[in-house]
């Protein structure tokens, strides 16, 4: 099956500072999901990106599928940001089966 | 808008019991998932549905059992529950696409925290 990595594993950084995160997968994908799961537990919605660019306030993504990678932009990072960031991609052709990365810990410390 | 509901969102069984997980969505989606979530780790897929009447097995589904009797639910059955089921459990949802990418946006519920002792 397809698979997923994402890096780097874990990321400190300093309230304000900007940060990348990446994804990669090992195969054509047709959906291309990034999650926040915050710490309670709940996996939040940032973007659905199978291809393109899109932005959302301190946040973007930019999925380029003929390469096979996804990164995930945050920037101006906020305590609230901290959590695990993880991407899931669904393989083309996999009748909608999302298949998921093993996450990014990120801490934003103040 | 409820979205993806889960019930119960804590759960603690004794070895060997057994219990049903129950999920429902009210965005009318086709395809129904389960996935379960081990500590450190990203979600694995249990079992999915692409409609009432149909299920398939995912990556790990020994253990578990499905149906889906209608569009909106998709209850998952632990049976002889056992320590290596503890762990939690997210039911997501997403329609059916159009076209040449037929997966669309997936949506999850808020999960369910089962510990077998």
């Known amino acids: 099956g397809i698979q997923v990595e994402q890096s780097p594993p874990d990321l400190i950084l300093q309230e304000g500072a900007n940060s990348t995160l990446r994804c990669n997968f090992s195969?054509?994908?047709?959906?291309l999901q990034w999650f926040h799961q915050n710490p309670w537990g709940q996996l939040i919605n940032l973007f659905y990106i199978p291809s393109g660019t899109k932005q959302n306030g301190r946040l973007s993504a930019t999925t380029v599928a003929t390469e096979r990678y996804s990164l995930l932009y945050i920037s101006s990072s906020q305590t609230t940001d901290s959590g695990v960031y993880f991407c899931a991609v669904g393989a083309t052709g996999a009748n909608s089966k999302l298949t998921f990365g093993k996450g990014i810990t990120l801490s934003v410390r103040p | 808008n409820a979205g993806v509901t889960q019930t119960p969102k804590f759960r603690i069984l004794k070895i060997g019991q057994s219990m049903t997980l129950q999920c429902t969505q009210d965005?009318?989606?086709?395809?129904m998932y389960w996935y379960r979530q081990d500590p450190g780790m990203g979600l694995k897929l249990i079992y999915y549905s692409v409609g009432a009447g149909i299920t398939d097995k995912g990556e790990v589904p020994n253990g578990y059992n499905v149906s889906r009797s209608t569009t909106e639910d998709f209850p998952l059955r632990l049976e002889l529950a056992a320590p290596s089921q503890t762990s939690v459990y997210f039911c997501?949802?997403?329609?059916?696409?159009?076209?040449?990418?037929?997966?669309?946006?997936?949506?999850f519920g808020q999960g369910t925290r089962l510990t077998v002792v």
């Open positions: 997501a949802s997403n329609k059916l696409g159009q076209g040449a990418s037929r997966n669309t946006e997936a949506f």
């Open positions: 195969d054509s994908v047709n959906n």
């Open positions: 965005m009318n989606h086709n395809y």
